[in-house]
């Protein structure tokens, strides 16, 4: 994919490109303030509340000091599950907020750090959270109005915290932070947890583990979309941001549009990164656009954030970034792909692979690709993201020899693929339960399969993830999987590939991948693409059309 970098794609010149203008540095001659940190400041949380009652957390306090004496701050929680000690970065943005003017509370959530109680998964997350806001809300140094940062685990926290609606509670900024623990993290469409989930260990895995499907356990612990508009409709701010490559993307869009469809505060940032700050950001810097997101609706000063378009997306192969009204983008042009069993003639070591047509197969027709999994031996694809690597940089021919495929003919020109892809599968299993894991790959004349993007469900999971449905073997069945949000610019000359498989593999190189487990039910599995079922991929264009006009 990194042929011929910088290339937009057809039909999108004259979007909303945007262009550098601004950094971190750059604040406009903002004032910047001398801090005091103050360490185990102890906050001692109400009996009844709580699991443990009557426990004390223990935060770092970031306050700024005004040469002119007392004054009141505006408030920031950065609540902490991995604890504030030797956290150098969460530290430097607390520092970075407070020479901003804010008072800002680094805190160790219970059973981490300094603190007390006990912690398992997410433990008492948005319980702990409303009291924080409220303790920081109530200080004498205090405006009242507090707000929450912070990434990842941190920002689960925010979630969680917000879910609840604490009064004090104005804006949030998770950051590549997924308020579905359940399907973005731990069992991805369902299935089992991957071998980054299992290395955390005690006594985070051992506690999902506990609840295979989503139970009220799970419930506690995640945002449901009810719960997403009662924030929406709460008026609390939410900037959301991630990146193309991070495992847990899905979440953040999801999040974004519930918040946007009832008409929340809120804003979305993606940029090109795994599972990571946003950086390098146009036309200004990230930090900058999370101290503007704050002055504006805690602080209330009119600086324009709001009047922006509410989305900022990098576009990736373009390389460049740009402005949207919503996501999904709405003017996305959706191209339906048929699977057909007709040669494609593009993997050399596999003999009938298929082709993606814009039209199906006739309804006489009974195309049927096969393949027999087994957990020890797959088919299996490399269909795992870790923290660093993101999307693997693999080529996937011999992998998808050994799986089922796809391929289109070559683009007439370059297309941009933005947005949620869609795969509706016919098949039929020979045994209870099955996993498909799916890949969306770019080829290049010379035969390389970069992946773009993948999808996971399990097949007893796919209607519902609380009370899963033992498949009857040999039924056929369709399935709707979705494949992880993407934005990018495939080259005029390159065919897409769908590839299916039993399951997903990781690669020596990666670290901590994150994915599924290995399905341990070994199946003959086929798949149906004819008139009658005609099993279609869908993909999202921006700009100039891929199929027939």
């Known amino acids: 994919m990194n042929d011929r970098p910088g290339v937009p794609g057809a039909g999108t010149e004259d979007r909303a490109w945007a262009r550098q203008s601004g950094t971190s540095d750059d604040c406009a001659g903002r004032r910047q303030y001398r801090v005091e940190v103050t360490e185990h400041v102890g906050v001692t949380l109400s009996d009844g509340i709580t699991l443990s009652d009557g426990i004390t957390l223990s935060g770092r306090l970031f306050l700024p000091q005004a040469d002119e004496g007392a004054k009141r701050w505006l408030c920031l929680l950065l609540a902490n599950g991995y604890g504030n000690r030797n956290q150098p970065r969460e530290d430097g943005l607390c520092g970075f907020f407070a020479r901003s003017g804010y008072a800002v509370l680094h805190v160790s959530m219970r059973g981490s750090g300094a603190s007390e109680g006990v912690n398992t998964l997410f433990e008492s997350y948005g319980e702990d959270g409303c009291e924080l806001v409220a303790w920081m809300a109530g200080q004498e140094w205090s405006t009242g109005a507090v707000g929450m940062i912070g990434q990842s685990l941190r920002g689960i926290s925010q979630w969680l915290t917000a879910k609840r609606l604490p009064p004090g509670l104005k804006a949030i900024s998770p950051e590549i932070a997924s308020p ?14 991957g071998p980054g989930r299992r290395s955390r260990g005690a006594p985070e895995y051992p506690a999902a583990a506990a609840h295979r499907n989503k139970d009220d356990w799970w419930r506690e612990r995640t945002v449901s979309p009810e719960e997403l508009a009662r924030i929406a409709q709460s008026g609390i701010a939410a900037l959301i941001s991630g990146g193309w490559q991070d495992y847990v993307s899905p979440g953040n869009l999801k999040a974004y549009s519930a918040l946007r469809a009832h008409g929340g505060i809120c804003k979305l940032v993606v940029g090109p990164e795994a599972h990571a700050s946003v950086a390098r950001m146009e036309p ?51 191209a339906a792909f048929y699977l057909a069993g007709i040669p494609s003639g593009t993997l050399a070591g596999r003999d009938g692979d298929g082709s993606l047509s814009f039209a199906p197969e006739s309804e006489s027709g009974s195309s049927v690709s096969c393949y027999d999994y087994l957990p020890d031996t797959g088919p299996l694809l490399p269909a795992m993201r870790c923290a660093r690597g993101g999307i693997p940089a693999a080529d996937l021919s011999r992998y998808e020899e050994a799986a089922a495929s796809w391929t289109t003919e070559p683009l007439p020109r370059p297309a941009e693929i933005t947005g949620i892809v869609r795969l509706r599968l016919w098949a039929a299993c020979t045994a209870e339960d099955a996993d498909f894991v799916v890949t969306l790959s770019a080829v290049s004349p010379g035969g390389r399969s970069q992946q773009l993007t993948c999808g996971y469900l399990n ?91």
């Open 459 to 549: 097949a007893s999971r796919s209607r519902s993830r609380s009370h899963p449905a033992p498949l009857v073997p040999g039924e056929i069945r369709d399935y709707v999987i979705e494949l992880m949000p993407m934005a990018s610019v495939v080259p005029e000359g390159f065919r897409l590939r769908l590839a299916i498989a039993g399951g997903s593999c990781s690669l020596p190189e990666q670290e901590a991948p994150q994915g599924p487990g290995l399905q341990p039910l070994p199946s003959a599995v086929t798949i149906y693409h004819s008139g009658r079922y005609p099993s279609c991929l869908e993909v999202p264009v921006i700009g100039g059309f891929i199929g027939p006009e």
């Open 284 to 334: 200004y810097d990230f930090r900058l656009c999370q101290l503007r997101w704050f002055d504006r609706y805690l602080k209330g000063e009119d600086n324009g954030i709001d009047r922006e378009e509410p989305v900022l997306l990098f576009i990736r192969g373009a390389d460049m970034w740009r402005y949207e009204r919503d996501w999904p983008i709405p003017d996305a042009k959706r």
């Open 180 to 193: 579905d623990g359940y399907d973005d993290l731990w069992y991805a469409g369902g299935t089992l947890p």
